[in-house]
Protein backbone atom coordinates (compact mmCIF):
# COMPACT_ATOMS: atom_id res chain seq x y z
CA UNK A 1 0.00 0.00 0.00
CA UNK A 2 1.22 3.00 -1.26
CA UNK A 3 -0.46 5.94 0.92
CA UNK A 4 2.24 8.27 1.43
CA UNK A 5 3.90 8.18 -1.79
CA UNK A 6 4.00 11.30 -3.80
CA UNK A 7 1.33 12.49 -6.43
CA UNK A 8 2.04 13.41 -9.15
CA UNK A 9 0.90 16.91 -10.70
CA UNK A 10 -2.08 18.74 -8.71
CA UNK A 11 -5.68 20.43 -10.36
CA UNK A 12 -4.58 23.26 -8.07
CA UNK A 13 -1.22 25.02 -9.47
CA UNK A 14 -2.88 23.60 -13.24
CA UNK A 15 -5.78 26.41 -11.47
CA UNK A 16 -3.30 28.71 -10.72
CA UNK A 17 -0.78 28.72 -13.94
CA UNK A 18 -4.29 29.81 -16.06
CA UNK A 19 -5.07 32.34 -13.74
CA UNK A 20 -1.48 33.58 -14.07
CA UNK A 21 -1.40 32.97 -17.57
CA UNK A 22 -4.99 35.22 -17.99
CA UNK A 23 -3.36 37.84 -15.45
CA UNK A 24 -0.45 38.53 -18.04
CA UNK A 25 -2.95 40.01 -20.34
CA UNK A 26 -2.77 43.10 -17.88
CA UNK A 27 0.27 43.27 -16.79
CA UNK A 28 0.97 46.65 -18.92
CA UNK A 29 -2.16 47.94 -17.97
CA UNK A 30 -2.23 51.61 -16.41
CA UNK A 31 -6.15 51.59 -15.18
CA UNK A 32 -8.23 48.12 -14.45
CA UNK A 33 -11.92 48.32 -13.26
CA UNK A 34 -12.62 45.28 -11.39
CA UNK A 35 -16.13 43.55 -11.33
CA UNK A 36 -19.05 42.02 -12.53
CA UNK A 37 -22.18 44.41 -12.31
CA UNK A 38 -22.35 45.80 -15.44
CA UNK A 39 -24.44 49.09 -14.73
CA UNK A 40 -21.90 50.16 -12.08
CA UNK A 41 -18.43 48.55 -13.51
CA UNK A 42 -20.07 50.88 -17.01
CA UNK A 43 -20.20 54.33 -14.77
CA UNK A 44 -16.89 53.69 -12.99
CA UNK A 45 -15.41 53.25 -16.65
CA UNK A 46 -17.39 56.45 -17.79
CA UNK A 47 -16.25 58.63 -14.75
CA UNK A 48 -12.55 57.38 -15.53
CA UNK A 49 -12.99 58.05 -19.21
CA UNK A 50 -14.35 61.61 -18.23
CA UNK A 51 -11.24 62.03 -15.85
CA UNK A 52 -8.71 61.17 -18.44
CA UNK A 53 -9.85 63.33 -21.11
CA UNK A 54 -10.26 66.30 -18.49
CA UNK A 55 -5.96 65.50 -17.41
CA UNK A 56 -5.69 65.08 -21.18
CA UNK A 57 -4.20 61.62 -20.85
CA UNK A 58 -6.56 59.65 -23.28
CA UNK A 59 -3.35 58.82 -25.62
CA UNK A 60 -1.12 58.15 -22.54
CA UNK A 61 -3.22 55.57 -20.14
CA UNK A 62 -5.56 52.56 -21.05
CA UNK A 63 -8.72 51.67 -19.08
CA UNK A 64 -9.16 47.58 -18.68
CA UNK A 65 -11.88 45.66 -17.11
CA UNK A 66 -11.60 42.68 -15.63
CA UNK A 67 -14.71 40.59 -14.76
CA UNK A 68 -13.93 36.95 -14.15
CA UNK A 69 -14.19 36.38 -10.64
CA UNK A 70 -11.12 34.11 -10.33
CA UNK A 71 -9.55 37.39 -11.97
CA UNK A 72 -11.11 39.57 -9.14
CA UNK A 73 -10.36 37.20 -6.55
CA UNK A 74 -6.57 37.82 -7.34
CA UNK A 75 -6.44 41.27 -6.21
CA UNK A 76 -8.10 40.52 -3.14
CA UNK A 77 -11.11 42.68 -2.97
CA UNK A 78 -14.61 42.08 -1.62
CA UNK A 79 -16.61 44.30 -2.98
CA UNK A 80 -16.75 45.82 -6.30
CA UNK A 81 -15.96 47.76 -8.71
CA UNK A 82 -12.51 48.03 -7.67
CA UNK A 83 -9.86 50.35 -9.55
CA UNK A 84 -6.58 49.33 -10.09
CA UNK A 85 -3.83 52.52 -10.94
CA UNK A 86 -1.07 51.17 -11.68
CA UNK A 87 -1.61 47.76 -10.12
CA UNK A 88 -2.83 48.95 -6.62
CA UNK A 89 -6.05 48.69 -5.62
CA UNK A 90 -7.23 52.39 -5.22
CA UNK A 91 -10.90 51.76 -4.79
CA UNK A 92 -13.66 48.92 -3.71
CA UNK A 93 -17.06 49.15 -3.78
CA UNK A 94 -18.05 52.91 -4.44
CA UNK A 95 -18.53 54.10 -8.06
CA UNK A 96 -15.71 56.86 -7.68
CA UNK A 97 -16.86 60.20 -9.10
CA UNK A 98 -14.39 62.13 -12.23
CA UNK A 99 -13.03 64.35 -9.78
CA UNK A 100 -11.96 61.53 -6.87
CA UNK A 101 -10.56 60.03 -9.87
CA UNK A 102 -8.56 62.97 -11.16
CA UNK A 103 -6.80 63.11 -7.94
CA UNK A 104 -5.89 59.02 -7.18
CA UNK A 105 -4.70 59.66 -11.17
CA UNK A 106 -2.57 62.96 -10.25
CA UNK A 107 -1.72 61.07 -7.07
CA UNK A 108 -0.17 57.83 -9.14
CA UNK A 109 0.94 59.62 -12.05
CA UNK A 110 3.23 62.27 -10.57
CA UNK A 111 4.45 64.63 -13.51
Not at 53 to 71: G, Q, R, V, W
Amino acid sequence: MNLFSKKEGCCCNNILNEQIKKMEKYEDSNLIILGNDYNKCKKLEENTKEALIELNLTKDIKIDSINDPSLIAMYEIINTPGLVIQSKVVSTGTILDKDKIIKLIEKYYKK
